[in-house]
């Protein structure tokens, strides 16, 4: 038995900690949190100062059985969860759970797996920190009762199943707002000048500074220009330089993977667990840009190594969120020397852009030159601006140049382009100039990525809550994020060419949006709701000022206890007074109007199964229903969009001699024929599509299905070998479980089914779970 025994969160960890240590140690896995709060009101003893009881999870007693015995045969445990808050709660729950002895038991940390760092942490050990403890016990605590005590409030009130929380009822708000800023936006129109010169065979753009506010000022002056003639007015060239950005913190690093890799949040945290824990980067929870003298000396190396001295400059970020770690250090490989690892497409993909972006924040300024021509019009006041940029010394552009969220305005290619050599007083040949009719814009919905920069900024949440917080909004059917097509806008453009004017009337898609985050009816429901009976619960600053107590609790400047009770008196007295609130005070309904011909009003609410529209009052028998479709709220759905709904469900014909009805439903539009539904494609409208793109839809649903079983066993019909959208998998209960390479689907016995599913302890298994099916 090995003398000393080194507990961390996750097998992966262990294997690669395991690695760098001798034979006298031995590195286990506790798979995460091991004991929690219990469900129920039992969980917190609100009269004795929130005195929190905890318990082991139904998942973890064996796991707990396993570490006891290793413990009670070890001479020295080091608990080694991560190095933040939720991790020194992990080795405190263990220390409690396993009851380590004091003079035995060791906390060590690190924030990255290498065996350096895994070497000082052993030769540098310290006790558990229970100011972390107490701040993350604080989080737990004070979430468990928002949610406890909203929760029942929202189910009574508005709708069973629902839920609430301190923070993610604070993003909803914030998809919530931006939704209703969007709908409200009334979008103005201006006419934009753009010119296109033509110099020796070459051409480059400029653009007038101003937009005209009507047609007939930007027509007036295209006509004007067509006697003008143009010349070089005047001439700037100035110096510039372009900074590199700062290592990655948690938001960056999601923000950039979402605009570069197309990532979602979770996907970004999931696969840079996976980098962290193969021992390629540092710990990837952090709101530091910090980096150590270790990595500044690693970065110079690989610099000059691959790009010579000249492109190296050290530089240390100061990070602009205040409850910062500066300790803690930013998102970046463990070995500069290695600009590619080992992996899957995905993981090998965000390392180059980790490695990318922490090299550029060690490299020299990109040197520019930044030229400003400005054209004079012989009979005009106004001047045409065109910009250059010439690059005269790369920098750390050679490497990475960090994206943004703004999404550019039309036309702009040109703009910041080569400029051919010219000179004050030069002629200018005009090859064609043109007024184009362009729109204000509302503020664009969140994405994922640029939520968490909002959240950020507000100072609600921290690293190891972002992720989450996203997630649950979606499967809590709040939010959903996808992708919806535009509609199609007119707009004019004017053309001055070869000494001609034309003008035309084009259409555009407008509203087009690609993985962004919309509200949800429900959400809109119930934040209305909480904005009205607990305005401190959802408002950003109340909210912030919570995460910097926590931050507080942290660092050793105030009580948990009096911080909760600070906050739960008020809250409590809320719940109470909510309480008394009629549900039909509540506003879930909204009358649209009185029907066109039975004079019925005509209502759009919340239903069991969703959002819909009636016709008729509640305690009408013969009252009509009808589901709104995507993207229709019931605060604004007008009575045409309503009497379009009521024409649903519809007739749409005959497949196999039995009839197809078209319809919208509690999970969106279907085909409903011989009592199965088929749901109908993105682009497929219930009230157009036609009799065979309906039997097209169910003979490719019938088709997909017949493919999808590749095996089941009669030992446990349970189980199931499927095809899915990445390849063969097993499906057991909910849970699915990948198949080991080297395996063949179609040639799995149930024998090794079971061997696959107890090998991937994270699915939720139970002993003996099996049993009754075996034969």
């Known amino acids: 038995m090995s003398k000393n025994l080194v507990i961390v969160e996750s097998p992966a960890k262990a294997k690669t900690i395991e690695g760098y240590l001798g034979k006298d140690f031995k590195v286990v896995s506790s798979y995460g949190h091991v004991r929690d709060l219990p469900k129920g009101d039992k969980a917190i003893d609100i009269k004795n100062r929130f005195k929190p009881t905890y318990e082991v999870t139904a998942d973890k007693k064996e796991v707990i059985k396993n570490l006891k015995n290793l413990a009670k045969d070890a001479e020295t445990v080091y608990l080694a969860s991560d190095d933040d808050r939720e991790g020194e709660a992990i080795s405190w729950h263990l220390k409690e759970v396993l009851k380590l002895e004091e003079d035995r038991t060791k906390r060590i940390v690190f924030r990255e797996i290498t065996k350096n760092a895994i070497s000082k942490a052993i030769e540098n050990p310290r006790g558990i920190d229970y100011d ?273 969220d703004d999404e550019p305005e039309e036309d702009d290619a040109g703009n910041k382009s080569l400029l051919p050599p010219l000179s004050i007083g030069q002629d200018l040949k005009l090859k064609e100039m043109k007024g184009r009719e362009s729109f204000t814009r509302a503020a664009p919905r969140y994405t994922e990525a640029s939520l968490v920069k909002k959240l950020e900024e507000l100072g609600i949440g921290r690293p190891s809550t972002y992720a989450p917080t996203i997630s649950t909004i979606q499967k809590r059917d709040y939010v959903v994020k996808e992708s919806r097509d535009g509609t199609p806008r007119n707009y004019v453009e004017m053309i001055i060419s070869g000494g001609n004017f034309k003008e035309a009337t084009k259409t555009e898609n407008t509203g087009a949006e690609k993985n962004k985050l919309f509200p949800t009816n429900i959400a809109m429901v119930v934040n209305d709701f909480l904005v009205e009976h607990f305005p401190n619960v959802i408002d950003f600053n109340f909210t912030a000022k919570v995460e910097k107590e926590f931050d507080e609790i942290a660092a050793g400047g105030q009580d948990w206890q009096d911080m909760i009770d600070g906050f739960y008196g008020k809250f409590h007295h809320s719940v109470e007074e909510t309480e008394q609130v009629s549900r039909q005070d509540v506003n879930t309904s909204r009358l649209i109007g009185k029907h066109p011909e039975s004079g019925k009003n005509v209502y759009a609410r919340l239903g069991r199964f969703g959002p819909l529209v009636q016709i008729g009052e509640n305690e009408d028998e013969d009252k009509q229903f009808a589901s709104l479709k995507k993207g229709q709220f019931i ?20 497949f196999e001699d039995k009839k197809m009805t078209a319809a919208i439903g509690r999970f969106g539009p279907y085909i409903r024929h011989d009592n199965a539904f088929f749901s109908l494609k993105k682009e497929q409208d219930p009230l157009s599509i036609t009799e065979g793109e309906a039997i097209e839809l169910i003979q490719a649903k019938r088709e997909a299905d017949a493919n999808k079983y590749i095996k089941t066993f009669d030992e446990n019909p349970d189980i199931q070998v499927l095809n899915g959208r990445w390849g063969p998998y097993i499906k057991f209960g909910k849970n699915n479980y990948k198949i080991p390479k080297g395996k063949e689907a179609e040639k799995l016995t149930y024998a090794e089914t079971i061997e696959i599913i107890e090998a991937q302890p994270d699915a939720g298994k139970k002993k003996g779970r099996f049993a009754s099916n075996k034969k």
């Not at 998809?175 to 969007?182: H, L, Q, S, T, Y």
């Open 132 to 404: 972390l403890v107490n701040a993350q016990q604080a989080r737990r605590i004070l979430d468990r009762l928002v949610g406890f005590e909203l929760s029942p409030i929202l189910w009574k009130k508005i709708k069973t199943g629902l839920s609430a929380g301190r923070v993610q009822s604070v993003a909803v708000r914030l998809i919530v707002e931006r939704e209703r800023e969007i709908e409200a936006h009334q979008a103005k129109s201006s006419f934009r000048i753009t010119a296109i010169f033509e110099v020796d065979g070459k051409t480059f753009q400029a653009e007038l500074p101003k937009k005209f506010e009507t047609k007939a000022e930007a027509e007036d002056f295209l006509k004007a220009c067509l006697q003008a003639e143009f010349s070089v007015a005047n001439l700037e060239k100035k110096p510039a330089k372009k900074s590199p950005a700062a290592p990655f913190t948690t938001s960056t690093l999601q923000q950039e993977a979402s605009r570069k890799l197309y990532f979602s949040v979770a996907q970004t945290m999931s696969v840079a667990q996976k980098l962290y824990e193969a021992g390629k980067i540092t710990y990837m929870r952090t709101d530091s840009t910090n980096l150590s003298q270790e990595a500044l000396s690693g970065a110079k190396n690989a610099i000059e190594a691959s790009y010579g001295t000249s492109y190296h400059k050290s530089r240390q970020y100061s990070t602009k969120s205040e409850s910062a770690q500066e300790a803690h250090e930013a998102i970046r490989p463990t070995d500069f020397s290695q600009s590619q690892v080992s992996g899957d497409r995905n993981e090998q993909r965000l390392y180059e852009l980790i490695w990318k972006r922490a090299i550029a924040s060690q490299m020299s300024d990109a040197e520019l030159e930044r030229t400003t021509i400005t054209i004079g019009i012989s009979n005009s006041q106004l001047n045409l601006i065109a910009n250059g940029e010439v690059i005269k010394f790369d920098g750390f552009l050679k490497v990475y140049l960090e994206d943004t």
């Open 635 to 654: 605060e604004n759905v007008s009575m045409d969009d309503a009497l379009e709904l009521f024409k649903l469900p519809r007739e749409v014909g005959y």
